[in-house]
């Protein structure tokens, strides 16, 4: 589905990185990043590589073009990268190189068509949780589904310490127009929201646990480098 015009209030997150938000304009995101925002995410991809290392098959919800998969590849025997923008997956095929231990999935990480139990951990990493926009339930208890028992689930999100460095980041990516007009009537208390009805939210440790809890699974909720909050528990 392409974007025209302004976004309505009822807009799927998914349709926004589906297009506007994909490949090559995705990429920019992380490409403008300021030391201190390289930092987090350098700081966030040793903390998975650290939980899934020496595990066989991984998956990635919300994969993008490959960041974080790259990373980890040579770390685990085979990495799927699961996301909803075809632009992306096809940038990823190309970013991935030269590994090989890897595949791309197209489809929604909240309604997922993967036998159950067959992966040994599943991630949903850089805040992919609220940045989908779908029901969090759901996509928790998906990401349970399709893991193995014993299996590794790994969620992170934003810490709040780490606020005015997140804002100023997606304020820069609102100036090179990879994202809409900041709506600073309606940015704060951890949501950046943009006029043309782009909305990034956080999830709090209260939250986590909730949601785990639902779930059946006593979650172990670590910060990491005061910019990210990691959600991790065992099926």
């Not at 995101?29 to 650290?50: G, H, K, M, T």
């Not at 609220?130 to 969090?136: E, I, L, Q, T």
Request: proline share 3%.
């Amino acid at each position: 589905m392409k974007l025209k015009g302004p976004l309505h209030s009822g807009v799927r997150m998914s349709e926004y990185y589906e297009d506007k938000l994909s490949a090559e304009g995705l990429r920019k995101c992380y490409e403008i990043a300021s030391p201190r925002i390289r930092q987090y995410l350098d700081a966030e991809v040793r903390f998975v590589i650290d939980g899934v290392k020496g595990r066989g098959r991984v998956l990635e919800l919300g994969c993008g073009y490959g960041r974080v998969m790259k990373a980890m590849a040579p770390h685990v025997r085979c990495v799927t990268g699961c996301d909803t923008s075809r632009n992306s997956l096809g940038l990823a095929k190309d970013y991935m190189r030269p590994r090989r231990n890897y595949d791309l999935v197209c489809a929604d990480a909240s309604r997922l068509t993967f036998q159950p139990g067959i992966f040994d951990a599943v991630l949903c990493v850089q805040n992919g949780i609220s940045a989908f926009g779908v029901d969090r339930r759901r996509l928790v208890a998906e990401a349970l589904r399709v893991a193995k028992d014993g299996g590794l689930i790994v969620f992170s999100s934003y810490s709040s310490k780490f606020w005015k460095h997140r804002l100023a980041w997606f304020r820069e990516q609102s100036r090179a127009g990879l994202i809409g007009e900041i709506d600073e009537s309606r940015t704060g208390r951890g949501t950046i929201v943009c006029k043309d009805g782009f909305r990034a939210a956080s999830v709090s440790r209260a939250e986590f646990r909730m949601l785990f809890l639902g779930a059946g699974m006593r979650p172990r909720i670590r910060e990491i480098d005061e910019s990210s909050l990691f959600c991790v528990a065992q099926k």
